[in-house]
T-cell receptor, first 117, second 112 residues
Framework: GAVVSQHPSWVICKSGTSVKIECRSLDFQATTMFWYRQFPKQSLMLMAT?????????EQGVEKDKFLINHASLTLSTLTVTSAHPEDSSFYICSARQGAAFNSPLHFGNGTRLTVT | AQSVTQLGSHVSVSEGALVLLRCNYSSSVPPYLFWYVQYPNQGLQLLLKYTSAATLVKGINGFEAEFKKSETSFHLTKPSAHMSDAAEYFCAVSGTGNQFYFGTGTSLTVIP
């Protein structure tokens, strides 16, 4: 159980275009999902917390107008990278918590490798 | 506030040798601690979690970790390394604000 599906697994786009990444919890409901960015050989950087039915909470330094997050249902959150530039190329990973308790682990999608040319 | 520190960004062991990956935590409240493994170009997979039920926690793939409050540690071990264990390992602590705080990761290399 507790499967998180992320799509696409990789995407190549041209500079200036927008890319949407989907994150779905397949067998549980997730009122909160998290979006991370990971640079090569580095740890995960939390970008934002996605809350179902309300606005996302962005971490300091993350441009909310560039990284649009929508959490329209209890099983789906999307991250849209708008007007992408080569510096946005990275590995993006979503996660969701099954249950609200602090001892509930995060379950991760398999990530999306974004390359902006 | 909660945080974790992973000592050693790279660890190399011979196949069949003991694996020891270190994690120390800082928490103002009883911590909930986790170990995750990440294979190349994949998301993170939960190895095990500590939630105060038992100090020695057994996880998947033969890994286990021991919670030591006196040392504020939660080191990950495996008695005998396998080639398939080569990956990136992250220690994490659950925060009161519904957030997770990850360590900087330890890359494990297994030498045949």
């Amino acid at each position: 159980g507790a499967v998180v599906s992320q799509h696409p697994s990789w995407v190549i786009c041209k500079s200036g275009t927008s890319v949407k990444i989907e994150c779905r919890s397949l067998d549980f409901q997730a009122t909160t999902m998290f979006w991370y960015r990971q640079f090569p050989k580095q740890s995960l950087m939390l970008m934002a917390t996605s809350n179902e039915g309300s606005k996302a909470t962005y971490e300091q330094g993350v441009e909310k107008d560039k990284f649009l997050i929508n959490h329209a249902s209890l099983t789906l959150s999307t991250l849209t990278v708008t007007s992408a530039h080569p510096e946005d190329s990275s590995f993006y990973i979503c996660s969701a918590r099954q249950g609200a308790a602090f001892n509930s682990p995060l379950h991760f999608g398999n990530g999306t490798r974004l390359t902006v040319t | 506030a909660q945080s974790v520190t992973q000592l050693g960004s790279h660890v190399s062991v011979s196949e069949g040798a003991l694996v020891l990956l270190r994690c120390n935590y800082s928490s103002s409240v009883p911590p909930y601690l986790f170990w995750y493994v990440q294979y190349p170009n994949q998301g993170l997979q939960l190895l095990l979690k500590y939630t105060s039920a038992a100090t020695l926690v057994k996880g998947i793939n033969g890994f286990e970790a021991e919670f030591k409050k006196s040392e504020t540690s939660f080191h990950l071990t495996k008695p005998s390394a396998h080639m398939s264990d080569a990956a990136e390992y992250f220690c994490a602590v659950s925060g009161t604000g519904n957030q997770f705080y990850f360590g900087t990761g330890t890359s494990l290399t297994v030498i045949p």
